[in-house]
Nanobody, 123 residues
Framework: QVQLVESGGGLVQAGGSLRLSCKASGRTFSSYAMGWFRQAPGKERSFVATISWSGDSTLYADSVKGRFTISRDNAKNTVYLQMNSLKPEDTAVYYC????????????????WGQGTQVTVSS
């Protein structure tokens, strides 16, 4: 019922920036949270950031606070992740996810997922 289309991943040098986008289609929601998760090779999927439908609630992983900013445009059903001051440790496949309800850092509560987009940060 929901399709998520991601864009913006790529290769960037340490200290650089990338902006990820994720557009949800196929359904209109009255209230839902959107978020980002990431998974590096050989590691578990981890929480990055999430934002409520209204935008008044956000959560960030400690590792990205002060560097990443999540935002959304409800008219476009799109969530963004602005990533600044990127570090090699940020290298991972980044996944967009959506859930009906409030913000959560638990991947298991999200109902729909994007295909993932690769972010590689070189030294």
């Amino acid at each position: 019922q929901v399709q998520l289309v991601e864009s913006g991943g790529g290769l960037v040098q340490a200290g650089g920036s990338l902006r990820l986008s994720c557009k949800a289609s196929g359904r209109t929601f009255s209230s839902y949270a959107m978020g980002w998760f990431r998974q590096a090779p050989g590691k578990e999927r981890s929480f990055v950031a999430t934002i409520s439908w209204s935008g008044d609630s956000t959560l960030y992983a400690d590792s990205v606070k002060g560097r990443f900013t999540i935002s959304r445009d409800n008219a476009k059903n799109t969530v963004y992740l602005q990533m600044n001051s990127l570090k090699p440790e940020d290298t991972a496949v980044y996944y967009c996810a959506v859930r009906q309800g409030g913000v959560s850092g638990l991947s298991r509560v999200y109902d729909h997922w994007g295909q993932g987009t690769q972010v590689t940060v070189s030294s």
